[in-house]
């Protein structure tokens, strides 16, 4: 569909329809720029916030009131353990009234939050699954933020492109990928693993999933991370004339392979076993280029879906089995565990700390009453580090028995379309690292990103010694 913002001002003027069937993607997203610049010009609150970065004291010692889970740094300090554990023993459910994010409900405990996100029928994914809200002319319209039956018809349009079927033919290939990549690693030097292992990966993943041109596949992920990181959606640093800028001509390049499968299909090419392919092989989706919005809304989806998630997940797996050394013993006496120890480094990592709903009808949650079209952030960081359902939930057990309970991935309509992929990414990766590597040691602290969305990792250095 459109950019909201888009529909109420007169840029794409009164017959939206028919100028969405002739207005090529990248032109549109030039239009919402412009709009966007515009509305930057005379409506302070469209300025993008700045959060200034100062000291945040330990949760146990703050009064519940100034409680802030907004804060982009909570997870950079280290502070969110203290602060959520304060909110899931003192106030599971509770209201934050003002911030730069506006009001909003946070809601800590496991139970809670499996209980909301099952219960799609009371509490809507519309309008936006992050705390704050879009800039003026990038609200674009994706499954994850749609209530039913819309977004029942759009997964299923692309869900195919991860299907077990699909993630057998590519098992092999992203295999090779990773075993080319880690054959390059230097050993015995501390290097970036941020950069040369957890975005390469992903960076080739999407590009296979996407079939996006293999050497431009950085592209992907520096759109995905000027996406995630809009400041007054999460509180990130991206700026929003860059964001736009980069956005145009990836786009157009997104048309043109479009136009250009479309036409090998048309002259006898067998499908691959990509997005595009699927979707032109799809009596409902075949013509989507004609329904640009929708089709940037499921493109960058999948883009941004699968980028910071499984990206800060092979961080996050090093970082921790570095704070927990008796794991990587362990992982190395029986590397059987890996599938087990995956499930625990999404666990232990959540890489997107929430998911927001907006409450359908006024309700009760927990003991605290909620009124209709009250917005509700789903902590999953939180209750996948909630003590009433993980024994000794702050460390890593790579055997832990109830590891797959994880909400990392959500629960319901929405539960983590990728989430066999990404599974399926890391065990590889994993495997792959016991082969050649008797140990990877984190040296230094990593750094982390601002944002309260998603809890990655920009930089970590680490030193490999390889296996006798
Ligand atoms: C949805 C996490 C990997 C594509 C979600 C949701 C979460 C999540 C929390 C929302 C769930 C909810 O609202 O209940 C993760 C994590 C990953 C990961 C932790 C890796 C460790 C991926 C990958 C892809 C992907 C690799 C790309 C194929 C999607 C899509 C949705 C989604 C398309 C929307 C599903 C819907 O609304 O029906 N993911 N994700 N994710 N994810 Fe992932």
Redesign the pocket.
Known sequence: KVFGQAKRINVFGQAKSKVETVVPIHLLVRGAHLYNRARRVVDKSERSPVFIEAPIPDGANVKLADIDTGNPFLYRQGQWLSHFKRLRDDAPVHYQPKGPFGPFWSVTRYDDILAM?KNHHLFS?EPY?FMGKPPAGFDIE?????DPPK?DVQ?QA?QG??APKNLKEMEQLIRSRVQEVLDGLPVGESFNWVDRVSIELTGR?LAT?LDYPYEDRRELTVISDLASGVPAATGGTSDLDETFNYAVPLLRKVMHLWHDKAARIAAGEAPGFDLLSLMLTDDETKNLIDRPMEFLGNFL??VV??ND??RN?MTGGVYALNKFPDEFVKLKANPKLIPNMVSEI?RW????AY?CRRAKEDTVLNGQHIRKGDKLVMW?SSGNRDERHFDRPNELVIDRSNARSHI????????????R???M??RILWEELLERFENIEVVGEPEIVQSNFVRGYSKMMVKLTAKQ
């Open positions: 996100d994914a699954i994706m499954f994850i933020a749609m977004h997964r692309v492109v991860v993943m999933l989806l999948l879906g699968g998630t499984t997940s999404i990592q959540t890489p997107l998911m999953y990392a991935f959500g629960f319901g309509i929405h539960r983590c379309m990728g989430n992929l990404a599974e990414q890391l």
